[in-house]
């Protein structure tokens, strides 16, 4: 399947689970992407700000993100890297948790659902397993998060697919453009521009 390259710059408006907003900037690099984006928001009285730089290569595979994070406790930096084939480092330290993952997903970002959807290239009916390196907004904690994407026919505006995270008993239908970045994600992300 083939997708219009990102736009130069995206932003949504966050929604539901907290208030806020996030921008990201996409440049294509001579075997991939880079995206630097930041998520300023309020969620359970807490205001946070996340920053993000994220590589991916030519299939969309993540290859690093380097992620900060600033609270009223102060700030925090983690860097995330992968070999493209499902073993990472963070920080420097091999991370066997995260096994088999291929992409991260931020906590704080609606655009890290992008990656998944672009890599896979699913068709109308297919499904697909994306467990992901999950990284919490506030401690920037990695964990693994398994998720499965389920392309469904396309709306009249919009391509869609069904979400699932099991572990958080969450899901939705979520619908992206066609450069496959999320414009609706229900009860978190809104497409702004």
Known sequence: MSFRPPPATACWQHRGARSGFEVAYFS???HGWRIDGTT???EDAQTWVVTYRIEVDA???TRSARITARTIAGARETLLESDGAGRWLVDGDRAPRLDGCVDVDLESSAMTNTLPVHRLGLQPGARADAPAAYVRALTLIAERLDQV???IPDGPEHRQY???APSFGFTARLAYDDSDLVVDYPGIALRAD
Request: charged share 35%.
């Open 28 to 30: 294509a690099r001579e």
């Open 40 to 42: 300023a928001a309020i």
């Open 59 to 61: 299939a969309w595979a």
């Open 149 to 151: 994407y389920e392309r």
């Open 162 to 164: 069904d979400y699932a």
